[in-house]
């Protein structure tokens, strides 16, 4: 490849993560969410390294069940937002993937399906997220009204809106609400996702689905030193130029940093195009070299400008981090005003992702 902006996937990052939070939770099962292309990863690289610990996957609609299956991932997959269309179900069934339920329509798509052709499903339930699911005091009436379409591998499931803050207790009143009404219902549950899985031990249930904390993004309020996770992605990208600007010259479109004394100034290659976020401001965080060095002036589309003033010896060629090993993607998402998740799934096609193995 000719320039050399990647985004190396490590393997090692991915298994370690998905170990500890499936520790977390030992009398749970927990499948990994590769939905989003694996947040970003890349769904099939990532559904081939945690094939042997991930008992089965999720994703968000039927389309990314199917490019599993076509790079030959033959576990169960769930697809979280069930069915669009009335033809999904067949699809399901074809491709042994379970649908997560959350109206009526899609009830109705599938028992007008042929019983050979019905797939398993799940149940949501709206637990307070207000997003999808069936309200909380219709779900017994679903599941009596629709009891000739559930099966033993039929599982209720509910979402979290809080779940990373330990100190917002609306997460308590959810789980409150979920289990007064689902519990006597004597079905399998599904309630956790990363983050619930780290702060709220009663949120195991018989599936977790861990997502962002797989990653090895930020999925607590406070420190959770005890389970560290490591991250999944090393963004990177290598020095075009390095020039002296003068004290007083700006740098980039807008002019909207401004030497203050003579600077070394880097340019490095990546920019909005391949996901790095355009309003990231001055002062955003690199490493090259391993040393810190700063972003000043504005994010083009193919090139960003870094001060590396004080780090000796820069040279063409250099590799710069933009996140990673040395600097916390959340680290990053805050200067730009945004989340880890974002950071991760906007990294566009045109970075290779390079998977690497220890």
Not at 45 to 73: M, P, T, W, Y
Not at 109 to 123: G, N
Not at 321 to 349: N, P
Request: aromatic share 6%.
């Amino acid at each position: 490849m000719s320039r050399q902006t990647q985004a190396i996937i490590h393997a090692d990052a991915l298994l370690h993560n998905f170990k500890q939070l499936s520790a977390r939770a030992p009398t749970s099962q927990s499948m990994a969410v590769v939905k989003a292309d694996a947040y970003g990863h890349g769904a099939v690289n990532v559904a081939r390294i945690l094939q042997h610990v991930s008992s089965r996957f999720a994703v968000a609609i039927i389309e990314e069940a199917i490019a599993l299956r076509d790079a030959g991932i033959t576990a169960p997959i769930v697809v979280l937002e069930g069915a669009h269309q009335a033809k999904e179900c067949q699809m399901a069934f074809q491709h042994n993937c379970i649908l997560v339920m959350h109206c009526e329509a899609q009830l109705q798509w599938l028992d007008a399906c042929p019983k050979e052709m019905r797939p398993h499903i799940w149940l949501k339930s709206d637990s307070g997220m207000h997003r999808l699911g069936f309200a909380l005091d219709d779900m017994p009436n679903i599941v009596e009204r629709y009891q000739h379409l559930l099966s033993d591998e039929t599982v209720i499931a509910t979402h979290f809106a809080c779940a990373d803050d330990v100190d917002n207790a609306f997460t308590q009143r959810q789980l409150d609400a979920f289990e007064k009404v689902v519990l006597p219902l004597n079905f399998p549950l599904s309630l956790a996702n990363s983050p619930a899985t780290v702060n709220w031990q009663d949120s195991h249930a018989k599936w977790n689905r861990l997502g962002l904390g797989v990653y090895g993004g930020k999925v607590s309020s406070i420190d959770v030193s005890d389970m560290p996770l490591m991250p999944a992605m090393t963004l990177r990208a290598s020095i075009l130029a390095v020039r002296d600007v003068p004290q007083g010259e700006g740098v980039g479109y807008g002019q909207t940093w401004t030497a203050s004394k003579p600077s070394r100034i880097a340019t490095v290659g990546i920019g909005y195009a391949d996901g790095y976020p355009r309003h990231c401001p001055n002062g955003t965080p690199v490493m090259v070299r391993g040393q810190r060095a700063q972003l000043v002036g504005r994010v083009s589309m193919d090139m960003i400008t870094i001060d590396v003033t004080d780090i000796a010896n820069v040279t063409i060629g250099d590799m710069v981090e933009l996140w990673g090993e040395h600097v916390a993607i959340d680290e990053v998402a805050k200067c730009a005003g945004t989340i880890d998740y974002e950071l991760m799934t906007r990294v566009s096609q045109r970075v290779p992702r390079i998977v690497k193995y220890l």
